[in-house]
Every structure is written in structure tokens, then in C-alpha cells.
């Protein structure tokens, strides 16, 4: 019994604590804090459409309806698909932080949002624990 109350404790903590930690978008070329709820006008059901593998450089190593990759900064890309990829519109986006050969990478993360000024692209920020950092990775946009 009294686990099962440590558990829960622990449990309704990480909940309070991922509610009041502030979500992070692309805006331009800074980030900004989303304050406002968003409601997707579509829903989206997991099924991968299309894919990237993306060179540290922002060169496409491989992709399924990919028309372009762009290394924009040190540690930020724009890949771009054939069609509208926005959250909103029900599409998903996930990011693997991959060497795309051997080898590995630790303690590099990637965020994706909607690109500003481009529905049909995907922003992707990448960086360790110094800062934005150039990676090489895969990118999953689902619906």
C-alpha cells in the first residue's frame, strides 16, 4: 500500500510539473513560448506518410516525399515534403537524433515545429548541453 501511494505521489508530481513547464515553437528565427491551447482542426492516427534521414550539414542522405533540406544555423534545419505538414492540419512530426551509419550519439536532443512562412516544412532544433549543435537524424511526419 504504501508503494502504491509513493507511485501516485510521484505520479500526480511529473503531472504538475509537465503542466507548468512552457512548450516551445518556432517563430522566424527565434523561439517562443506557447501560451495559448491549440486545438487541431484534424485528427492524427500514427501512420507515417513520410521520411527523412538528414546529414549533420542539412544535406537529404534518403527521404519518402522529400523536396528539400536546408541547414538554416547550427543546429537548426528545414526539411520540406511535397504537401501542408502542419500540426494543426493533423500531422505529427518526430525526430530521431541518429550517426545514419555506426557508431552513436548521446545527449543530443531535436524539437520539430511548423516552419513560419512555409506550411509545406518542418523546423528542427537540435542541441546537447552547450547549446545548438549540428546532428545528423530522422524525421517522421505522420497522420
Known amino acids: 500500500m504504501r508503494g502504491k501511494i509513493l507511485v501516485l505521489s510521484l505520479a500526480a508530481l511529473i503531472a504538475f510539473a ?40 542539412g544535406t537529404k542522405a534518403q527521404g519518402f516525399r522529400v523536396t528539400g533540406s536546408t541547414h538554416l544555423s547550427t543546429g537548426d534545419y528545414q526539411i520540406t515534403f511535397d504537401e501542408n505538414v502542419q500540426a494543426l492540419n493533423g500531422f505529427s512530426r518526430w525526430v530521431q537524433v541518429d550517426t545514419l551509419s555506426t557508431g552513436s550519439i548521446s545527449g543530443v536532443s531535436c524539437t520539430t515545429a511548423d516552419r513560419a512562412g512555409n506550411v509545406k ?5 537540435c542541441e546537447d548541453h552547450t547549446g545548438p549543435i549540428d546532428t545528423s537524424f530522422f524525421l517522421f511526419v505522420a497522420r
Open 121 to 125: 516544412a518542418v523546423f528542427i532544433h
Open 18 to 57: 509537465v503542466s507548468i513547464t512552457p512548450a516551445h515553437a518556432q517563430n522566424g528565427t527565434k523561439s517562443a513560448a506557447v501560451t495559448d491551447a491549440i486545438v487541431l482542426t484534424a485528427p492524427t492516427r500514427g501512420v507515417v506518410f513520410k521520411t527523412a534521414a538528414i546529414n549533420s550539414d
